[in-house]
């Protein structure tokens, strides 16, 4: 009996793990059909504020997907499909002309949008160039662009990763580690990448309410200042938090508190579009 019924237990996990395989399959169809015609893929933008003076000069570029059926589905759970179905490239792609077509509506050119990126596009050859390619069509000096990465790629040991950061930081581009503090990451880590930014995860900034909370970003934050790095604390949801974090030297932050990522129709607003100004004069 007992063999039976492990029999049958076999075949009720077979039958799940075949409807979560369809499933999956069907997510990863949908999403290829969503990034060939375009369709039901937005990119959201999150103000960045600075310390200083409390100005937004800085976006982050957050991808939306809402499926026909299934409704809006999470970048935590498109994202790593995406990567696993080879997706990621068309999606980045996406997302960076997005990006790109947005700064080129913003006249100020001290704006600048941050546009995350997988590491798998990092690795894979010619990322640079479709980068500069992206910019240049959309006439963007490299300086108004930051990739944000995590601190797997400086496990990424072929070094090409590396390189491609390396090229694209040559020519202005700049890059920020994104989530730091998060799971495995390690000070070791993020002093074998050379970036600009340090964005501290929210998993540090909930942690402010613990006694040892306020040393650990102080830590961060010192450590990136002698690194000449600038650093962004993420997730920032209360006032007390936003007091803490500025008197502690963070020089950008983003959270709720501040703003929720927005529809790309309500950014240009923030700063007045580049058409708006010509048509004014
Ligand atoms: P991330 O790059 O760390 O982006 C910040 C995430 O925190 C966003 O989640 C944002 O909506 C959320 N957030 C902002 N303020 C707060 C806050 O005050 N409290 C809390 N709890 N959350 C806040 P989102 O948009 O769901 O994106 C999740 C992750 O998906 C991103 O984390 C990023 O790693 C990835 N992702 C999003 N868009 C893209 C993309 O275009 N390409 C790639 N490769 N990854 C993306
Ligand atoms: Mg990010
Ligand atoms: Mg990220
Ligand atoms: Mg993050």
Known sequence: HAKAAGRNAFAIFGAHMEELLRRRRKLEEALRQALMDGTGIEVCYQPVYATSDGAVRSLEALCRWRHPELGSIPPDVFIPIAEEAGLIQALGQFVMNDACSLLAEISDSDVTIAVNASVIELMAPGYPLRVLDILARHGIEPR??????????????????????????????????????????????????????????????????????????????????????????????????????????????????????????????????????????
């Open 144 to 281: 108004r662009l930051e990739i944000e990465i995590t601190e797997t790629v400086a496990t990424d040991s072929g070094g090409r990763a590396a390189a491609a950061i390396a090229l694209l930081r040559s020519v202005g581009v700049r890059f920020a580690v994104d989530d730091f503090g998060k799971g495995n990451s390690s000070f070791g880590h993020l002093l074998n990448l050379e970036v600009d930014r340090i964005k501290i995860d929210k998993i540090f900034i909930e942690g402010l309410a613990s006694p040892d909370g306020r040393p650990l970003i102080e830590a961060i934050v010192n450590m990136a200042r002698h690194k000449g790095l600038k650093t962004t604390a993420e997730g920032v949801e209360t006032i007390e938090q936003l007091e803490v974090l500025t008197m502690l030297g963070c020089d950008n932050l983003q959270g709720f508190q501040l703003s929720e990522p927005l529809r790309r129709d309500n950014v240009a607003r923030l700063f007045g579009s580049a058409e708006k100004r010509s048509s004014t004069v």
